[in-house]
T-cell receptor
């Protein structure tokens, strides 16, 4: 089992460029999440999807859009990248019902120049 | 608003016991989870407390006091591989999203 797979692992963009970060999970989880982690900081929730077909804003949604393409895939799009969006982006998934731990991908390290 | 407090750094000796505290102020509260993250790695789940008291999982234990808005992670028989950052993360509503603190960096010395 691959778990949660994120692509790409590294990316460098210029200010104003757009890109989509991809995330796929093979655990048949209902919920998926996108976080960003800045150096020496905790994770901040950007968007989450409680189930296929639904998405909701987290703490820091400005400058991002998401698509829950199907149950497996949840993508994060930066329409016009800014240096402030330089960060490590983590995708996670979890089952629902009671408490279910979140399973994280290995992250995408994104630098915006 | 929501706030979390954890010590920023803790240093301990291999074989010792260390406690990492977490205090929280949140608009709602369903339980407290703990995650471990090695440098350059992904966070991994350690434990979850929905009710007051101690939960034990091998060398790691986690404690919660809802009345004090306080929890801690206890690591016993420390090993070098335990050097990592540890995050407390309350679940604050009926959805499954979490709020993460800034984390505690644990350094285990020989």
């Amino acid at each position: 089992n691959a778990g949660v797979t994120q692509t790409p692992k590294f990316q460098v963009l210029k200010t104003g460029q757009s890109m989509t970060l991809q995330c796929a999970q093979d655990m048949n989880h209902n919920s998926m999440y996108w976080y960003r982690q800045d150096p020496g900081m905790g994770l901040r929730l950007i968007y989450y999807s409680a189930s296929e077909g639904t998405t909701d804003k987290g703490e820091v949604p400005n400058g991002y859009n998401v698509s829950r393409l199907n149950k497996r895939e949840f993508s994060l799009r930066l329409e016009s990248a800014a240096p402030s969006q330089t960060s490590v982006y983590f995708c996670a998934s979890s089952e629902t019902g009671g408490y279910q731990p979140q399973h994280f991908g290995d992250g995408t390290r994104l630098s915006i120049l | 608003g929501q706030s979390l407090e954890q010590p920023s750094e803790v240093t301990a000796v291999e074989g010792a016991i260390v406690q990492i505290n977490c205090t929280y102020q949140t608009s709602g509260f369903y339980g407290l989870s703990w995650y471990q993250q090695h440098d350059g790695g992904a966070p991994t789940f350690l434990s979850y407390n929905a009710l007051d008291g101690l939960e034990e999982t091998g060398r790691f234990s986690s404690f919660l006091s809802r009345s004090d808005s306080y929890g801690y992670l206890l690591l016993q028989e420390l090993q070098m591989k335990d050097s990592a950052s540890y995050f407390c993360a309350p679940r604050v509503d009926s959805s499954y999203k979490l709020i993460f603190g800034s984390g505690t960096r644990l350094l285990v010395r020989p």
